[in-house]
Each structure stands twice: as C-alpha cells, then as structure tokens.
C-alpha cells in the first residue's frame, strides 16, 4: 500500500496566503501535511494533520494554536522540533524576510539533521544580502547593477528530482504575460544566465532572478531571489504554469528534489 509523504508545512507572520495555496494544492493521495507555524512572538506550534479540501487562513491558525502563557520560545521550538522528527519526512518552508528567507530557520533544520525544500542557508544568507550577491556574480563575470535602466524581466529556475535545472521563460514584471515578447537571443541569454545564478550561488531547489534588460539588450542581474512568493498567483509559480507545469505538479517536483538531496553546485 503507498505510504504519504508527511510534509510539515512552516509558516509564520501575518500574510498566511502562501501557506493556505501551498497546503490546500498538495496532492493529498500522495503527501500528508502537518502545519507548522512561527508566532509573531516567536514561538513555535505544530498542528497534527489538516481537513480535506481548501482552507483559508483562519482554519490554519486554528490547527496551530497559541502556547499557554509561561511556554518559552525556547521551549516551543524544541517541542515543535521534536514532533517534525517524529511526524514529518521533511519540511516546506513557506517564509519571507528577516529570519525566513536569511537561512536562519535553514540553518537550524540543518543542525536538527531535517531535510527541507529549497535553498540551504548559506545561500539565502548570501541573496539576502544585495550588495554581497552582485560582488559575487560580477566576479564570476555575470553582469550585476540593479542601477541600469530598462526592462524588468523575471525568469525563474527550477531543480528536478533527477538533478537538472530547468529556467522558465522569461516573464515581464508586473505583466501577466509569459513569455515577455523578446528576441530568441535574448531569451536564451536570459535563461542561461539565471542558470549560471542559481550555481554561482550554491542554490537548491528554486531560484526567482530578477534581470533589466537595457535598451541594447545588454543583460543585467537585479536582484536574486532564494525564496520566491508561493503563493497561487504569485510570479514564481505563474512562470512555470504557463510553461505547461501546473502549480500541484511545481509543488511536487519541488518536494520529490528535497527528498533527493542537495544539488552539487560544482558539477
């Protein structure tokens, strides 16, 4: 009989959209979640197992309730750790900003011996920081300002379970459409360079690049990143739906390449 995935679903702050698209998207006949949530006073609670169908935000604060008074942030992420060992084969990390998408929560699934989604810490420390991510890749020899004035163009790059990367067509920011109506020179620079990116940078996973395309088609890297918005109707998912990968099947792919291991950013 097929035994479910159980994936511990993590999740914290105010704005819990991408929780509730992530969870309610998974194929239930092959992945169990568990919702984990981070408080905005930092504590840690984990819920066991959510209802069949969509939810919205309120149902998943109601499956990870408040600790009683007195129940340290210490103490909540201790237990909370101690039931993702017992209950989950690995985490989704569904966070964004300071300590979300730093490598900060990445750092500490790793000392925990925790396989995760997306991109180690050492990456998304890196990304995080902007000025350290473009001394990086210029020295690499991949063109990084994001003072040039042109085009926005998002692309983004997504790992496969068989260890492949994979770079969406490019996509206009702020535009719906895919792809972004440029020349296949340019195009081919676009997705090679996001490639070369997402190795530069030890990524796993999935990378978002933000590129601006000047008026000469000189092609430059903007901004980088590590943790790109799950949401439904977010830019990262949006790219690969229109490419013919559906938002379940992203997830998917995304889930099964954790579960294989780390990509080797050398090869």
Not at 77 to 102: K, M, N, Q, S, Y
Request: hydrophobic letters at 45%.
């Amino acid at each position: 009989m097929y035994q479910s995935v159980r994936v511990a679903v993590l999740f914290g702050g105010q704005n819990t959209k991408h929780a509730v698209s992530v969870v309610t998207n998974l194929d239930r006949s092959r992945y169990r979640v568990i919702p984990v949530r981070i408080a905005a006073d930092g504590r840690w609670s984990a819920g066991f197992g959510t209802p069949d169908g969509p939810i919205d935000e309120s149902v998943l604060r109601l499956l990870t309730p408040d600790h009683p008074p007195g129940v340290s942030v210490a103490e909540s992420l201790f237990a909370t750790i101690g039931v993702i060992l017992r209950e989950a084969d690995l985490v989704f990390p569904v966070l964004h900003g300071v300590h979300g998408e730093d490598g900060t929560v990445q750092n500490l699934l790793d000392q925990a011996g925790i396989r995760y989604v997306g991109n180690p810490a050492a990456a998304c420390a890196t990304a995080m920081d902007t000025a350290l991510t473009r001394r990086i890749l210029t020295a690499r020899g991949i063109a990084a300002d994001g003072a040039v004035i042109g085009r926005d163009i998002d692309v983004g790059v997504l790992e496969t379970p068989d260890g492949h990367l994979i770079a969406s067509a490019p996509r206009e920011t702020g535009d719906l459409a895919v792809p972004a109506g440029l020349d296949q020179d340019t195009t081919a620079r676009l997705k090679g360079t996001a490639v070369r990116v997402f190795r530069e940078l030890g990524c796993a996973g999935m990378l978002h690049v933000g590129f601006v395309v000047a008026p000469d088609s000189t092609v430059s890297v903007k901004q980088v990143s590590t943790m790109p918005g799950m949401a439904s109707g977010s830019r990262f998912p949006l790219m690969w739906t229109a490419g013919g990968i559906s938002y379940t099947e992203l997830l998917d792919i995304l889930i099964r390449t954790a579960r294989r291991g780390k990509i080797d950013a050398t090869t």
